[in-house]
């Protein structure tokens, strides 16, 4: 089984400035991991994996997360949030052989003017 | 391409009641799973359908059963309806497209049930 902890419910951050929010994943096989965005009252975008290969990796919308096996984390950064970056971000696990998508609970962030 | 769609966008049923809900997946895509999001919650996965059959279930009861039809497209279906069960209900599609196949999911827009 797989589990996801993502260590901020709600990170409020100013325009411009840079941005970390944390994910980490407990598994006893090995994972895809990946970083979902909400917006309000949509379904879920998908703004980056990790497969395999190079441990940073680069999203959409200038976002980059960077899987650190050893301590089974993949937090995603921003080095200049914008308005519009407000959303709930989700963190998800996947097994490599099967199908299904493990979610945190999910991060808040809301960028201020 | 339309990406993944549901229907309908919004639903309100009472206690008791059953309900069902539509996704058709993106296109290109044949398996198709079920999340449950409850308010300030992650999706909770519900369960998966590919070739029409149920091949995976998350932690969920016997009155949230499913469909897949011959063209991909997926049914929900949940009965005895409670409070808790009011949820956004999200559809996501997979396929061998998009690189790493069936472990890259999309999702559609949801639906929202209310159960009074």
């Known amino acids: 089984a797989q589990s996801v902890t993502q260590l901020d419910s709600q990170v409020p951050v100013f325009e411009e400035a840079p941005v970390e929010l944390r994910c980490n994943y407990s598994s006893s096989v090995s994972v895809y991991l990946f970083w979902y965005v909400q917006y309000p009252n949509q379904g879920l975008q998908l703004l980056l994996k990790y497969l395999s290969g190079s441990t940073l990796v680069k999203g959409i919308n200038g976002f980059e997360a960077e899987f650190n096996k050893s301590q089974t984390s993949f937090h995603l950064r921003k080095p200049s949030v914008h308005i519009s970056d407000t959303a709930e971000y989700f963190c998800a696990v996947s097994p490599g052989s099967a199908r299904q998508l493990t979610f945190g609970s999910g991060t808040q962030l809301t960028v201020l003017p | 391409d339309a990406g993944v769609t549901q229907s309908p966008t919004h639903l309100i049923k009472t206690r008791g009641q059953q309900v069902t809900l539509r996704c058709s997946p993106k296109?290109?895509?044949?398996?198709v799973s079920w999340y449950q999001q409850a308010l300030g919650q992650g999706p909770q996965f519900i369960f998966q359908?590919?070739?029409?059959?149920?091949?995976q279930r998350g932690n969920f009861p016997d009155r949230f059963s499913g469909h897949q039809f011959p063209n991909y497209s997926s049914e929900l279906n949940v009965n005895a309806l409670l409070l808790g069960d009011s949820a956004l209900y999200l559809c996501?599609?997979?396929?061998?497209?998009?690189?790493?196949?069936?472990?890259?999911?999309?999702f559609g827009p949801g639906t929202r049930l209310t159960v009074l």
């Open positions: 996501a599609s997979s396929g061998l497209q998009g690189g790493v196949g069936y472990n890259e999911q999309f």
């Open positions: 296109s290109g895509h044949d398996t």
């Open positions: 359908y590919y070739e029409e059959e149920e091949r």
